[in-house]
């Protein structure tokens, strides 16, 4: 089986090749910390989250970085406001933003770096820009010259004869700097300091980056010149990741990525989510109402990642009503798996459905499909458990129940769904599943299959286990 993703770059579905074989060097833009998180938030986070989730399942090893913008006009904005500093505002909301991802089961990013961390590389690269023709100083500002990379527009489609006929002239008299540019559509890579704001030297003068720079600089810094997948909200193609191209390629004359993946948008009651219109929803106050998690996370996952998904009070019913029958199914376990003689040290998972699942979610992150795979195992197990209930004995037999059940958890853990019983037991692995897993990665090591092992421990690392190797063996432990 192959898996394709629809790049928007060539606006089309392509076979995945990473650049290193079994390796995948992933970025995500992630959030400006101003505010705390909302639902347009939540569902990049959750789409990008089982993404890498779903590459690791495959057999991946993934270096997921994502970053956060501490330097920004919002957080100065907000600062002002508060009497604080860019820098106090700045850690609060990165801190809320854990919290928020943390309620939502979404795994922590390999790297996180911050714009304030990567001010060596943005320099470095506004220099090279400069070196090359691209960038020009301007009155202790620095400024792209978007004419001199022909390819400009080529991730957006669009051009500049256009967006300069679609300006009619506006945009000289709306742009405060467009006295200090050549040309109205370049944009600013270093910013000049300005009273009672944050600044640090430069070759130009006490300043700040420009938004673009900083996630050109920090993919450099922590991924290299070309990675395998960049990924983003649908808001960010033009111009944020189109300027991140122009930056990028024009420093290294290679691609910055391979492939631009991007989520759709989310409006509220059909219409955009804005604070103006009282319509704007942060996570916490969704889940705070309360609303399950896992049923947020399903609400998203059950729409095509690419598409506009309209957030709705019957949107989330209908998800939450969802949820109960995929939990039901994933504690079937713990209902009646003792009744039925489920054991502990059985890992066989139903390998049809299995593929069933690969062959659906390796369309572009085809999730939708892969749900409804989980809704007919979780459906099965439910008419199993009335049957048992009503008639003292299931129709099929308990070892083939047991299997689904597995299969079940296995797949939902894929998409970071995990179920609790009232009691606290979770639908998540026992110790004896994981020390067997463990002997059967040391098995494939020693055959020297890697790959398999590196599956393997993947396969670990989602559901929450950690492995520690050392001469002595495997230490393992939870979280």
């Given at each position: ?286 889940l705070d109402r309360p609303t399950d998690p896992m049923a947020v996370r399903l609400f998203v996952l059950m729409a095509q990642y690419r598409k506009p998904i309209d957030f709705t009070d019957e949107a989330i019913a209908a998800a939450t009503n969802g949820w109960h029958t995929l939990k039901e199914g994933l504690l079937f376990d713990a209902q009646y798996g003792s ?141």
């Amino acid at each position: 089986m192959t898996l394709t993703l629809y790049n928007t770059l060539t606006r089309r579905k392509e076979i995945f090749e990473p650049l290193e074989l079994g390796k995948v060097r992933m970025y995500y833009c992630g959030v400006t910390v101003y505010d705390y998180c909302h639902l347009g938030h939540a569902r990049a986070c959750i789409v990008w989250d089982v993404v890498r989730r779903y590459l690791q399942w495959r057999g991946y090893n993934v270096k997921y970085v994502q970053n956060f913008t501490d330097i920004d006009d919002k957080i100065l904005n907000r600062a002002r406001l508060e009497g604080s500093s860019m820098e106090y505002v700045a850690e609060r909301y990165i801190q809320s933003y854990f919290e928020d991802m943390a309620r939502l089961n979404i795994k922590e990013a390999d790297e996180y770096p911050r714009a304030t961390h990567t001010l060596d590389g943005i320099k470095r690269l506004v220099h090279d820009l400069e070196q090359k023709g691209y960038a020009y100083p301007s009155e202790g500002d620095v400024y792209y010259a978007v004419r001199q990379f022909n390819e400009y527009g080529k991730l957006s489609g669009r051009k500049l004869e256009d967006l300069q006929a679609g300006a009619s002239g506006r945009v000289t008299s709306e742009d405060p700097e467009v006295r200090k540019k050549k040309d109205p559509f370049d944009f600013a890579l270093w910013k000049a300091a300005k009273p009672g704001e944050p600044a640090w030297e430069s070759p130009w003068g006490e300043g700040r980056p420009g938004w673009h720079i900083e996630c050109s600089a920090m993919v450099r810094d922590r991924l290299g010149d070309t990675i395998d997948i960049h990924a983003g909200g649908a808001d960010l193609i033009f111009p944020h990741h189109e300027n991140e191209i122009a930056q990028s390629e024009a420093v290294t004359g290679k691609p910055l990525a391979n492939y631009w993946l991007h989520n759709g948008m989310v409006t509220v009651g059909g219409e955009k989510m804005s604070k103006s219109l009282g319509n704007f929803i942060t996570i916490r106050e969704l889940l705070d109402r309360p609303t399950d998690p896992m049923a947020v996370r399903l609400f998203v996952l059950m729409a095509q990642y690419r598409k506009p998904i309209d957030f709705t009070d019957e949107a989330i019913a209908a998800a939450t009503n969802g949820w109960h029958t995929l939990k039901e199914g994933l504690l079937f376990d713990a209902q009646y798996g003792s009744q039925l003689g489920f054991t502990t040290d059985d890992n066989e998972l139903d390998t049809d459905v299995v593929q069933r699942f690969q062959t659906e979610v390796d369309d572009d992150f085809n999730f939708p499909g892969g749900i409804a795979v989980l809704f007919e195992l979780a459906k099965e197990l439910r008419r199993e458990g009335n049957i048992l209930v009503h008639q003292g004995k299931t129709e099929s037999p308990p070892q083939q129940l047991e299997k689904q059940w597995r299969t079940l958890v296995s797949l939902a853990q894929v998409l970071g769904l995990e179920a609790v019983d009232e009691a606290g037991v979770s639908s998540g692995i026992s110790d004896a599943e994981i020390e067997s897993l463990i002997q059967q990665r040391q098995d494939a090591r020693k055959a020297k299959n890697f790959a398999e092992g590196d599956r393997i421990r993947n396969q670990l690392q989602d559901l929450g286990i950690t492995l520690i190797d050392s001469p002595d063996g495997t230490r393992w432990h939870r979280g």
